[in-house]
């Protein structure tokens, strides 16, 4: 589909490719036969407990629960990612390029027309669609409705973005990509590391974060000049002077976040 460019507060912008439909498909795809067996294997054990006892109860509710938080659950704890995305290669990123928010992963779960067309399979499980009522129908035409403007939204714009996507704020980008945001800024710091730069711990998460990506991207690319620009914009914001060298300078400052934020 292309790339986007995402400013951060250091004048650097950022590039993340849009992965093609096509992929963002299979992705939906492949959660979607996971979910399927999964809802084969509840089913049977809902049968074998005796769903007579527990008709769609709390049994029934408790087995059927993580098909409806599937995305939800996992793009949480698996950082912006479900297994579909994960094999495909996809991550979901806000729109500056660093991890969403839990507000921001729950919005796109509200609005997931997939989530939408699990009730549809529940209910075609459970009812039948020989008897369907007008009510059934409604709710596949009202399914159908929200899956054809999903897919034109994504098809169409520019970041390739579904409706969930434009309220959260959220972008699916290629994890395999120049510029991605790495999933975490941890590395190991010695125990008696004596950090430079205390001004550090001014900067949001979001901010080192970029700080990284753009240090990494910089060394990949051999581009100093994108290094210097960086170090010189955050120079001025902390009120740092220093003559080290620039990719130095950002190396330590990663360096003094890690170890003053763990004390």
């Known amino acids: 589909m292309g790339a986007i460019k995402v400013p951060t507060n250091f004048n650097i912008e950022l590039e993340f490719e849009v992965p093609e ?3 963002r498909l299979l992705a939906l795809v492949i959660d979607m036969v996971v979910q399927y067996f999964y809802i084969r294997i509840a089913i049977e054990i809902y049968k074998s407990i005796g769903s ?6 709390g049994i029934g509710l408790t087995l059927f629960l993580p098909v409806m938080v599937y995305h939800l659950m996992l793009e949480i704890t698996l950082n912006g990612q479900s297994i579909g995305k994960k094999i495909m290669g996809l991550r979901v990123v806000d729109e500056l390029g660093g991890k969403p928010s839990i507000s921001q992963f729950l919005i796109r779960w509200l609005l997931r027309v997939s989530d ?3 009730v549809i399979l529940l209910l075609i499980v459970f009812s039948g669609m020989a008897g369907a009522n007008t009510e059934q129908l409604f709710i596949v ?3 159908l409705a929200f899956l054809t403007t999903d897919i034109v939204l994504v098809v169409a714009s520019r970041k390739g973005q579904r409706i969930g996507d434009i309220l959260a ?3 699916i980008i ?3 990509t120049r510029g991605n945001i790495e999933e975490t800024v941890f590395q190991e710091v010695a125990d008696n590391y004596v950090p430079s730069f205390h001004q550090i711990m001014q900067l949001s ?3 080192i974060n970029a700080i990284k990506s753009i240090l990494e991207t910089a060394r990949k690319k051999g581009d100093y000049n994108m290094a210097e620009a960086a170090a010189a914009k955050i120079k001025s914001h902390l009120k740092i002077e220093s ?4 990719f130095d300078f950002l190396d330590v400052l990663l360096k003094d976040y890690n170890y003053l934020s763990t004390k």
């Open 21 to 23: 439909f096509f992929k």
């Open 52 to 57: 007579s006892d527990d008709p769609i109860g």
């Open 116 to 118: 939408l067309w699990i």
């Open 141 to 143: 035409l009202l399914g």
């Open 169 to 171: 704020k959220t972008i």
């Open 174 to 176: 290629s994890v395999r």
């Open 205 to 207: 998460d979001k901010d």
């Open 243 to 246: 003559g080290m060298p620039a």
